[in-house]
T-cell receptor
């Protein structure tokens, strides 16, 4: 069956450390993979997009890797801050079917001061 | 730029009544809007894709007669939950893509919390 797996357990890290979140998927062939941030009771906010032919993408303190062989993406936040505390969603964008986006359940990140 | 609003932000209604939720792209045109539903600690579930001027495309298992979608203009899509039941209580979120530009990025509204009593 098709599924997207993100660590359901919350990730707790100390301020200043690097947070690494994992997204694994099975039986999908996404054209793109995206990461979103969602705060409680709010809609998601787009962070980064990486294409299937890209290995790595960076934006300020954020870094995303995409391994289509392992069917895995890693999302890194360097020099983490308490304001980075949120739920981070992995999303697969299919190249067919109207470019439908399928979301993972997200991983909750807590950054302690 | 690329702001999406939703109205209302929360609504409480009685079982059997209908509720309309509006989704507006404030500073851009959106030929395609999406409606999602999210239960606590679960992922966003795509309900339907709304295209301006045409019928919405519903995902498998979503009742089109219960969740009516209208995308009458390039900046407005509405979702009407008809004959609401307590199990329809959820967080409904819309999103939009920029018309004519494909980057895969979606702009999400702030969501609408629906509680059916």
């Amino acid at each position: 069956s098709q599924k997207i797996e993100q660590n359901s357990e919350a990730l707790n890290i100390q301020e200043g450390k690097t947070a690494t979140l994992t997204c694994n998927y099975t039986n999908y062939s996404p054209a793109y993979l995206q990461w979103y941030r969602q705060d409680p009771g709010r809609g998601p906010v787009f962070l980064l997009l990486i294409r299937e032919n890209e290995k790595e993408k960076r934006k300020e303190r954020l870094k995303v890797t995409f391994d289509t062989t392992l069917k895995q993406s890693l999302f890194h936040i360097t020099a983490s801050q308490p304001a980075d505390s949120a739920t981070y969603l992995c999303a697969l964008l299919m190249g067919t079917g109207g470019f439908k986006t399928i979301f993972g359940a997200g991983t909750r990140l807590f950054v302690k001061a | 730029g690329a702001v999406v609003s939703q109205h209302p932000s929360w609504v409480i209604c009685k079982s059997g009544t209908s509720v309309k939720i509006e989704c507006r792209s404030l500073d851009f045109q959106a030929t395609t809007m999406f409606w999602y539903r999210q239960f606590p600690k679960q992922s966003l579930m795509l309900m339907a894709t709304s295209n301006e001027g045409s019928k919405a495309t519903y995902e498998q298992g979503v009742e089109k007669d219960k969740f009516l979608i209208n995308h009458a203009s390039l900046t407005l899509s509405t979702l009407t939950v008809t004959s609401a039941h307590p199990e329809d209580s959820s967080f409904y979120i819309c999103s939009a893509r920029l018309a004519g530009v494909y980057s895969g990025e979606q702009y999400f509204g702030p969501g609408t919390r629906l509680t059916v009593t």
